[in-house]
């Protein structure tokens, strides 16, 4: 076959119209579609029964529905949390968590296979980078959770392999495909962006006015540890960082989130949560303070209990708002980037 295959499930209303104009289809058609693919999330086009056999055969032989292989699914004894690995079309891998909180169902969805920003700490990046996922693949995570569970996915966070922002205009077109009030209607609000800090699409993500949550990978307080840990750090620095952030609240009055992973020995000081204080007093914030995950290659060592409460309390006391992350998973390596690296071997 030497024909390329219509990504469909990554194509939004107007486009579906657009193409359906080409093939001589009337317009109604395409919101027919589109709710078969992101409402029902049917898998196959023989499943959308109310269009013509004719129109279903060319959509077979034009298109592809993007869908996972479920390679493995890990279910924790402890909290419920479920991690997922996927094979994708390709034979590439990509994880997911679900995550039970009382509010609800939060999801942790990819946005790369690999990544390229070579932070120290972390296992997504340790394999290297292969490939940016299609605004489908992105979805599908959601809508694969949801299926398998029955459940409703109440909430997303994009915190799993990858970097979003390096991933600028599908991550874009999935966030606007996920809040279709003809698909699943998830509000803005719901979601979360987290980065390492690529600061000119920080400031074009600000200018989108979007509502989501952007929450910053800080890690450091210092250029000089920074640079060490997230190698994007040499090229925009914490100040130039944060006075992007502030551009981003100013812009879209939404508290933005610092993630903070504490490594011992390398930034969970008391003199370094008086600086973290410092660099952040007087914004609306609040930093989510994590014990480091044990990743082989980099080394690190978590902070102790005491010392990670010792940290809290001063931010606390000088009025930056901190709470620490809970460990969900904890018995089946949750942390992002582990499974893929595993499948790998
Ligand atoms: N690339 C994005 C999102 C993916 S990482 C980003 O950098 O924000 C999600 C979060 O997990 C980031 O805050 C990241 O710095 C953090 N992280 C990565 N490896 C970690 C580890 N070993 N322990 C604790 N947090 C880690």
């Known amino acids: 076959m030497d024909h390329i295959s219509i990504d469909i499930k990554s194509m ?36 959308m029964t109310n ?3 004719a129109l279903r055969e060319g959509l077979k032989n034009d298109c592809e529905i993007t869908a996972f292989t479920t390679e493995r699914k890990l279910c924790s004894a402890l909290d419920g949390t479920i991690k997922y690995l996927y094979r994708l079309s390709d034979g590439e891998y990509v994880e997911s968590v679900l995550m039970r909180y009382e509010h609800g169902n939060s999801l942790c969805i990819s946005t790369q296979v690999g990544c390229r920003m070579g932070c120290s700490f972390c296992a997504s990046t340790k394999a290297g980078f292969v490939r940016h996922l299609t605004p489908s693949e992105i979805l599908e995570q959601v809508y694969s959770a949801a299926r398998d569970t029955g459940e409703r996915v109440g909430s997303i966070v994009l915190m799993g392999i990858g970097e979003p922002l390096d991933n ?3 991550v874009m077109r999935f966030l606007e ?23 000119d699409r920080i400031y074009e993500l600000a200018d989108m006015d979007l509502q989501i949550t952007l929450s910053i990978s ?7 540890t920074r640079d060490q840990i997230m190698p994007v750090n040499r090229k925009w620095k914490i100040g130039e960082l944060l006075t ?15 993630e903070y992973s504490l490594i011992s020995g ?6 370094q949560a008086a600086e973290l204080a410092a660099l952040l ?12 995950n044990y990743v082989e290659e980099a080394g690190y060592e978590k902070s102790s209990r005491q010392r990670i409460y010792a940290f809290q309390k001063t931010l606390c006391d000088r009025g930056v708002n901190a709470t620490v992350r809970r460990t969900l998973g904890a018995d089946i390596d949750a942390a992002c980037g582990q499974l893929r690296r595993q499948a790998l071997r």
């Open 12 to 47: 939004t209303i107007p486009e579906l119209e657009g193409y359906l104009k080409n093939l001589g289809q009337p317009k109604f058609r395409a919101k027919q579609i589109f709710s078969w693919l992101h409402d029902k999330r049917v898998l196959s086009f023989d499943e």
């Open 51 to 53: 269009l013509p056999a």
């Open 168 to 170: 600028f205009d599908n």
């Open 177 to 199: 495909l996920v809040a279709s009030p003809e698909g699943l209607n998830l509000s803005h609000r719901h979601i979360s962006l987290s980065t390492c800090g690529l600061v």
């Open 218 to 224: 800080l890690h450091a307080t210092t250029d000089e």
């Open 244 to 258: 992007a952030c502030r551009y981003y609240t100013d812009k879209t009055h939404r508290r933005i989130s610092y």
């Open 266 to 271: 390398v930034n969970d000081s008391q003199e």
């Open 281 to 292: 007093k007087g914004t609306l914030c609040h930093v989510n303070l994590i014990p480091i």
